[in-house]
């Protein structure tokens, strides 16, 4: 009896072994005593190829020698709980899988296929059947959908009702294309006789290639790496999938450099996907929010989802991944603006945990705020590097507290700094806090908290733009500069404090020591005290709140004499650091 070989669809397998034996293919599933049912003249196995009924698994172990696990391997079910989900399927009813069809990314009728797999072998691998499927990383070039020479989608079967059927006909050639076609005047079918390995094949460039190894490595149950952390099949394309329903959505307002190195089969199977989604086309049966999660409809279609969605699925920093996620989030916002919607197309789109909590900030953030500073002229002269974590205090006061009511200082001067950030380029507030090296976190809870409180966006803009007007004209300081050469400043030494110290009575504690460190760094760095260096490493006996209290009461306390000693010794170690 043929063995399949590993990581056979079932399908292929019947071909092959109906081939070895001399039958037809329809005729092989009997044989095997797979359970079916009739239509007409039709014979067809129940589930074919998704799953095998308790009955058709027995019969069929009994018939081959092969076991209920090599038999269930072939089968799209070996996929369930990982790259796909068939929770619903019930084996006692075949219209259980009519959800699954319109659900799952998975191609329940046909397959794609290499051609230059098939000039070797005459096997089909299951995975073919994926809606992930895309490249073939051995051969690196982009699979192929259909038959040129039926127009029939491959493994089809037929052009009106694909169903993936074996033939019954004798003689089915596993290398061919095997389609059933109708002569334009009439008459019986014949089958497509086209070799498949005849096909051309496109090269993809190794970036795809190792995005489509890295899905399949997760379809087959290795842990994959997302934002750092390791997650299993499930959550991975979860990951994937609602990336990819954004990018959908959103990609009207975004660029999408990652497109750019490929073939111009994958950009324009791409553009033309989109171009069917605009609002006011009708082509594709059902609203938005079902099209932007439907399966990728063709092999350079996920190709193209797979290259977009990289940055995304292989960063290794939570920032990174809060920088892809906030730029998209702002694309769509301005879909939304443009094209209003009842409800939001990617609310609904199912997301693991992990997924929602970096989302949830990220996506409050009220798109009107986004959109209105795209369409305004940048700050001039001002880089990244010259932008604060806080805003200086009275420009504060003077021009933005007004604009954000409700909101503390310290949370409004951060805010202030993402926005002057975003004038100077960062295409969203996520960008924003990345090109300023702010903790990801810390600036998602801001601005997905405040940003909704601002009443006039021109006004907030107008404010924030003058502000930065002010401080270029004080000289411009590189506060990324000192914020790395400060980042060890854990204390100051004690001789430095002791001559001011000891005039006043005050020992030189240290306490005292690590407090004036702090308060240094936030002197020159106009960054918030609790990130100080002094009050980030490990301070044994001390608690948040001690800590919190000591920063208050040295703040209150230092005397000029202090104060000018440290910040002369703090000018001294700058000059050191740029020396």
Same mark, same amino acid.
């Given at each position: ?191 497509? $006789? ?89 082509? $594709? ?112 006061? $003077? ?45 998602? @809870? ?59 009575? @005050? ?73």
């Amino acid at each position: 009896m043929l063995r399949p070989a590993v990581g056979e669809a079932f399908a292929s397998w019947i071909d092959r072994l109906a081939w070895q034996i001399g039958i037809a293919p329809g005729d092989a599933v009997r044989v095997l005593g797979l359970e079916c049912r009739q239509v007409r003249s039709a014979t067809r196995p129940l589930f074919f190829g998704i799953a095998l009924t308790e009955t058709s698994a027995h019969r069929a172990s009994v018939a081959t020698g092969l076991t209920a696990g090599e038999l269930a391997g072939m089968q799209l079910a070996a996929f369930d709980g990982g790259a796909l989900d068939f929770t619903g399927l019930d084996l006692t009813s075949e219209r259980s899988v009519t959800p699954l069809v319109h659900r799952e990314w998975a191609l329940f009728t046909g397959s794609r296929a290499c051609p230059r797999c098939l000039v070797e072998t005459p096997v089909w691998p299951l995975w073919w059947r994926l809606g992930t499927a895309a490249v073939c990383p051995r051969h690196r070039v982009l699979l192929i959908d259909s038959c040129p020479g039926c127009g029939i989608r491959l493994r089809g079967g037929y052009a009106r009702r694909g169903r993936g059927l074996i033939s019954r006909a004798l003689g089915v050639d596993p290398g061919r294309c095997n389609n059933h076609v109708r002569p334009e005047s009439g008459g019986t079918s014949r089958l497509c $006789d086209q070799l498949l390995g005849d096909l051309p094949s496109v090269a993809v460039p190794d970036a795809l290639v190792e995005a489509q190894r890295g899905a399949l490595r997760a379809a087959d149950g290795k842990p994959r790496p997302v934002a750092g952390q390791a997650v299993d099949a499930a959550e991975w394309f979860g990951w994937l999938r609602f990336a990819c329903a954004l990018v959908r959505f959103a990609a009207p307002a975004q660029d999408t450099p990652a497109l750019a190195g490929l073939t111009d089969q994958v950009t324009a199977a791409f553009a033309a996907y989109q171009q069917r989604q605009e609002p006011g086309v009708q082509e $594709d049966r059902g609203g938005l929010r079902t099209r932007v999660q439907q399966s990728p409809p063709t092999a350079a279609h996920a190709a193209a989802l797979l290259a977009i969605t990289q940055p995304l699925l292989v960063s290794p920093t939570v920032s990174k991944v809060s920088q892809w996620l906030g730029s998209w989030l702002d694309a769509a916002g301005q879909v939304r603006q443009a094209n209003p919607y009842k409800t939001d197309p990617l609310r609904l789109v199912p997301r693991p945990e992990r997924l929602e909590t970096l989302i949830a900030p990220l996506r409050s953030s009220p798109y009107r705020v986004s959109g209105a500073l795209r369409a305004r002229p940048g700050l001039a002269g001002v880089r990244p590097a010259n932008i604060p974590h806080l805003l200086d205090h009275g420009d504060y006061q $003077d021009l933005i507290a007004s604009h954000l009511p409700g909101t503390a200082p310290l949370t409004g001067r951060r805010l202030a700094a993402l926005a002057l950030a975003r004038l100077t380029g960062a295409g969203s507030w996520a960008e924003a806090a990345a090109v300023l090296g702010m903790d990801a976190a810390v600036a998602a @809870r801001i601005y997905g908290a405040v940003v909704k409180r601002v009443p006039g966006p021109d006004a907030f803009w107008d404010a924030v733009r003058e502000a930065g007007a002010r401080m270029r004209s004080r000289g411009l300081v590189d506060y990324a500069a000192r914020r790395a050469a400060l980042a060890n400043l854990t204390e100051v030494p004690h001789a430095v404090l002791f001559p001011v110290c000891h005039r006043l009575g @005050r020992p030189v504690t240290p306490q005292r020591r690590r407090h004036a460190a702090a308060w240094l760094w936030q002197h020159l760095t106009s960054g918030d005290i609790r990130e100080a260096p002094a009050y980030a490493s490990n301070w044994p006996g001390a608690t948040t709140a001690s800590i919190r209290d000591g920063a208050r009461r040295f703040a209150a306390w230092i005397p000029t004499s202090v104060a000018q000693a440290l910040t002369a010794w703090g000018d001294h170690l700058l000059t050191e650091g740029s020396a």
